[in-house]
């Protein structure tokens, strides 16, 4: 049986003039390998998954992402934080400061997450080993930006300082993905799968 091409069929053409679409529309095959089942993207949106780095796509716009989601990443490590005396903050791209963590720590695991939020969770580990969960304020990460060209983000030149800073102090999550969007991608064929994480770029 041969199956008619619905983009010369007169009926067909007719209705999608009646509903104003002038485009025809785009189906993907699910494919579990290169897209998010649902329990993955609610694990995603909720408690979030963790993984080394070497586990995170790196788009060609440099931004990360697991199979066809962007997402953010960050060290849940609280002591991480007060030991390199740094504001805690959540990457959205293959900066810099994460090329050296790949090189310096390759196993290092980041919580990986979809969730728009003013504050994600920290593991809190005591000297006596009791672990508790604690809710911390993130700021971007200013070499993210930077290597993105966020709106023009410059962490170097000085004559741009003030500019930058009020990029860098302006930022919000919910902007940042309504122009890099976040669910769901689309690769209209299966990508290579050989090193797509960060250790390969």
Not at 21 to 27: E, K, S
Not at 78 to 105: G, I, K, T
Not at 160 to 186: I, M, Q
């Amino acid at each position: 049986m041969q199956l008619l091409d619905f983009r010369e069929f007169t009926p067909f053409n007719q209705l999608r003039e009646k509903m104003d679409t002038a485009r025809l529309g785009y189906f993907e095959l699910f494919d579990p390998a290169i897209h998010l089942t649902g329990n993955e993207r609610s694990e995603l949106k909720e408690r979030g998954m963790l993984k080394r780095l070497d586990e995170i796509k790196v788009l060609p716009d440099k931004t990360l992402a697991i199979k066809n989601s962007r997402v953010l990443i960050y060290n849940p490590d609280e002591n991480f934080y007060r030991n390199s005396r740094e504001y805690p903050s959540y990457h959205v791209a293959h900066c810099s400061f994460l090329l050296e963590s790949a090189r310096e720590q390759p196993d290092l695991e980041y919580l990986v997450t979809t969730r728009l939020a003013e504050d994600y969770e920290l593991l809190k580990i005591r000297p006596s080993g009791e672990i508790s969960v604690s809710q911390h304020g993130f700021v971007v990460c200013k070499h993210c930006l930077h290597k993105l060209r966020y709106k023009d983000f410059d962490e170097f030149r000085n004559r741009k300082r003030g500019y930058s800073e009020k990029v860098l102090k302006s930022f919000r999550l919910e902007e940042f993905f309504a122009l890099y969007t976040l669910y769901p991608l689309s690769f209209g064929q299966r990508p290579e799968t050989a090193d797509s994480g960060l250790l390969g770029q």
